[in-house]
């Protein structure tokens, strides 16, 4: 089948409303917000594209499951449906369920993070780096350089630099690293894959040096179809296949289950590693629950379960890069400036690019993610200065890169909300001149993007 339309491979089957709104009530309550689009309403949202986390449908089997769902405080048959489903595709001995990612990543730098650690990563996402900055550790960034050049062109642009990172480990010695992290794909470096030969070539370097390799698995599903079409060898690799080959090159991993979990809520943390799984586990107790619960219901493990069964098909995981490349491919095509190739589950805009009069530090994704909602009702998130400047000892310093994601939640919209979505970009674009950029009036210590209050410029 070589036709050009996307079929969504589903039909609806319950719909939620969509409420309109007008430009005047939406510049009404983006003020209110303190032009955080964090701090909106949701129901004043038209698309929302502010993030794949946990927004996605579910399926009427994933319904179906959440109703075979057992509360059992300890050892729920729930909890072993969610094992085995975990097990298929990552066989770790020690599976530690979480209420979501950052959970699973707060345990595990409290376990084995601190002051004088030093943890790669191609590229850390927030949470990520907020966790092992929050221990004391320092978190950095090795991936490969065309990683950091928007318009540059790479099929596997979340790659890591394997010569910054044997460097890193040097400068920081390799006692100081309690692990390598490779996230798959690349989230905050444009939703980018990894490849299976970079896996590998993160892993050789691990073991040189004696270190642990983790991934950051949220987006697995989507990784493993990239390896498939664009690495040579795995054309006709089963995606569990590819899935299993990426899990056999770590000794672990983190996952929030809101991505390609297509739960709205869960996580785990995994490893092989005994000793490191006890301190794990004690630490799980504390705040997240019993071993065989985590933060989660009985319920939600269910979901979590089905959705891993549904997630590796190839006829969801065609639609969903492919339909995600529309709506870049679409943007790229009428000039408008964006990391290319288009990643897994979002496209990114690059303000930086599109608005070169906005200097870095008055925040020119902040400004095209206020006006794509301002315009359309549109929201999506700054990935940039606000999200990455502010650094440890209260300086600011312009991120890598200023990007706006528009990150599409799985299975949710259809490809009219998506050309609307094109529409409101191309005209937002045209007028990009006349955007403006903002500072911040009020910012939390950590974390900042979520609660700032900002003020526009001029
Ligand atoms: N790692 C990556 C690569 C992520 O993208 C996220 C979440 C997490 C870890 C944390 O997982 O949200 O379940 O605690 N990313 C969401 C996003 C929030 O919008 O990209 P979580």
């Known amino acids: 089948m070589d036709y050009r339309t996307i079929i969504e491979p589903f039909r609806i089957h319950a719909v939620e409303p969509i409420r309109m709104t007008t430009r005047q009530e939406r510049l009404r309550a983006i003020e209110a917000a303190g032009w955080n689009l964090f701090g909106l309403h949701a129901d004043d949202v038209l698309i929302d594209l502010l993030t794949d986390s946990g927004t996605g449908a579910m399926s009427r089997d994933q319904w179906a499951a959440m109703q075979h769902g057992d509360e059992s405080y300890a050892g729920s048959p729930s909890w072993f449906i969610f094992l085995e489903a975990v097990h298929g595709l990552f066989p770790y001995r020690h599976v530690i369920p979480t209420h979501q990612g950052r959970a699973a990543e707060r345990i595990l730098f409290t376990a084995i993070g601190g002051p004088g650690k030093v943890v790669p990563n191609n590229t850390h996402f927030d949470t990520t780096r907020a966790n092992v900055e929050a221990t004391g550790a320092t978190a950095v960034d090795c991936v490969i350089p065309e990683g950091r050049v928007p318009s540059l062109r790479h099929p596997f642009k979340g790659n890591m630099d394997l010569d910054l990172l044997d460097r890193t480990i040097r400068v920081a010695g390799p006692g100081n690293v309690p692990v390598v992290f490779v996230t798959v794909t690349n989230n905050s470096g444009g939703g980018q894959p990894v490849s299976m030969a970079n896996i590998r070539g993160v892993r050789a370097v691990c073991d040189r040096h004696g270190i642990p390799l983790f991934l950051d698995a949220c987006r697995f599903a989507e990784n493993a179809w990239f390896i498939r079409e664009r690495e040579d060898g795995f054309a006709s690799t089963p995606i569990v296949d590819i899935v299993r080959e990426m899990a056999s090159c770590a000794d672990g991993m983190t996952m929030s289950a809101k991505k390609d979990g297509l739960a709205n809520i869960g996580g785990w943390l995994a490893m092989d590693d005994d000793g490191l799984a006890e301190r794990c586990r004690n630490l799980l107790i504390l705040t997240e629950g019993f071993p065989t619960y985590g933060g989660l219901a009985g319920r939600d493990l269910e979901a979590i379960a089905q959705g891993l069964r549904e997630v590796v098909h190839e006829d969801y995981l065609r639609y969903r890069i492919r339909s995600t490349a529309y709506l870049g491919d679409a943007v790229a095509a009428a000039g408008v400036p964006a990391v290319v190739p288009t ?116």
């Open 343 to 458: 990643g897994g589950h979002a496209v990114y805009l690059d303000a930086r690019a599109l608005l070169p009069h906005i200097p870095p530090l008055a925040y020119p994704g902040q400004s095209l993610a206020v006006a794509l909602y301002v315009e359309g009702g549109i929201r999506g998130c700054e990935i940039g200065t606000v999200m990455f400047g502010a650094q440890p000892d209260g300086t600011e310093e312009p991120a890598a890169m200023d990007l706006v994601r528009l990150a599409i939640p799985r299975r949710t919209y259809t490809q009219s909300h998506i050309d609307y979505t094109i529409e409101v970009v191309l005209r937002v674009a045209e007028h990009a001149a006349d955007l403006r950029g903002y500072r911040i009036v009020e910012a939390p210590a950590q974390l900042r993007h979520f609660t700032a209050r900002f003020e526009p410029l001029g």
